[in-house]
């Protein structure tokens, strides 16, 4: 019998409980739980963290889990590593569904940067109005350059923000390039942070930044340890039913 965990919290974790769901694959959707309002799923659904690896086991051996797919977000990668880890303690299968990482165009202004830190050092000296397109985890690490005005796109009401300057809005994506485009725009922005997340639903921010020629820091995603990875949902269909035969 085969019981899956399928990590989630992005598009393609609810495309594939969808997937699931119409295959009778008995599954279980796990978010982390950093949103009040989590997008519904067709399957069995757990909402909060598990504990660090050693809760993540815990909960494969109690559950009785066969398979684990990690379709958290790119840059998830605390929870990513923790199911590396409770998949060795276990010996139970991981398997990662990743989407492809964006790639720069000719028309493109990137400077790519390895982490949150780095991409505050890689702000202008200047005041500058800067669209933070990275969520709300690593805000108060731009609290060091308060000189800027921050524009902020979040799911969430954030509460006190700890930056000084700044102004949020509280929407859910996808948005268009035109959306995107009027956005970047309206506030005057002049330089755009992004985490290099991949995917097309929030790829509309870049193409809008290229079409007005604004400077983009692309925040490299965070390196983890080897994995078996795949960017096919037929992929992780085929895997769950057959496993070590994928050759993956």
């Known amino acids: 019998m085969t019981r899956v965990l399928l990590l ?12 699931f769901a119409e295959a009778g694959v008995d599954a279980v959707f796990s978010y982390a ?48 590593r923790n199911a590396i880890t409770a998949c060795q303690i276990t010996g139970v299968p991981l398997l990662a569904f990743e989407r492809a990482p964006w790639a720069p165009e000719v028309e493109d202004q990137w400077q790519r940067v390895p982490d949150i830190e780095a991409a505050v050092a890689a702000l202008p000296q200047a005041p500058s109005r800067i669209f933070l397109a990275i969520g709300k985890q690593n805000l108060s690490t731009f609290a060091s350059a308060p000189h800027h005005h921050y524009l902020l796109r979040l799911v969430d009401t954030p509460g006190a923000l700890p930056l000084p300057d700044a102004f949020a809005i509280i929407a859910r994506g ?32 870049l193409v809008a930044a290229r079409r007005l020629r604004l400077p983009v820091i692309m925040i490299d995603r965070p390196v983890l340890p080897d994995r078996n990875v795949t960017d096919s949902i037929e992929a992780v269909m085929a895997w769950i039913y057959h496993g070590a035969d994928l050759g993956v």
């Open 174 to 205: 996808p948005f268009s390039i035109a959306e995107d485009e009027a956005l970047l725009t309206t506030h005057r922005i002049t330089h755009v942070v992004a985490k290099n997340s991949g995917g097309e639903g929030a790829e509309a921010k």
């Open 8 to 19: 989630g919290g992005t598009t393609e974790a609810s495309r594939l409980a969808r997937v």
């Open 33 to 80: 739980g950093r949103t009040s309002l989590p997008k519904a799923q067709p399957l069995p659904t757990r909402v909060g963290g598990f504990g660090g690896a050693e809760g993540l086991a815990r909960y494969l051996r109690e559950a009785a889990i066969t398979q684990v797919v990690d379709a958290t977000h790119p840059f998830a990668a605390q929870m990513s």
